[in-house]
């Protein structure tokens, strides 16, 4: 069983950086898409970013683009969230996701992520 866990949320002002950490119970992150997803109180869960080693894939959501950067750190077993310029609609829940045979176009998608770590808060003040 693949566990997640994120780290790094807290409280920020807008135009401050903030970077995300997802540690998983293995060493997956050679074959697995691994994607961040956020959740704002009242909102569905939003695609925020995705990385897949295996199939060369770096992709982020155009509300975050040329801001955020995902990657992966092997040394450290973990993948990273870089968000910089941050602004109060980034407020929200992150979470970090992974699955082993998802698709391309599917990476974008929450419901096709099998596993999920437990979310780590993000606040935004303007």
């Known amino acids: 069983q693949v566990q997640l866990v994120e780290s790094g949320g807290g409280l920020v002002q807008a135009g401050d950086s903030l970077r995300l950490s997802c540690a998983a119970s293995?060493?997956?992150?050679?074959?697995?898409?691994v994607a961040w997803f956020r959740q704002a109180p009242g909102k569905e869960r939003e695609f925020v970013a995705v990385?897949?080693?295996?199939?060369?894939?770096?992709r982020v959501a155009d509300s975050v683009k040329g801001r955020f950067t995902i990657s992966i750190d092997n040394a450290k077993n973990a993948v990273y969230l870089q968000m910089n310029s941050l602004k109060p609609e980034d407020t929200g829940v992150y979470y970090c996701?992974?699955?082993?045979?998802?698709?391309?176009?599917?990476?974008?998608?929450?419901?096709?992520?099998?596993?999920w770590g437990q979310g780590t808060q993000v606040t935004v003040s303007s």
């Open positions: 990385i897949s080693r295996s199939r060369g894939v770096t």
């Open positions: 996701a992974a699955d082993r045979t998802i698709i391309l176009s599917s990476m974008f998608d929450a419901r096709h992520y099998d596993h």
């Open positions: 293995g060493r997956i992150f050679s074959s697995y898409a």
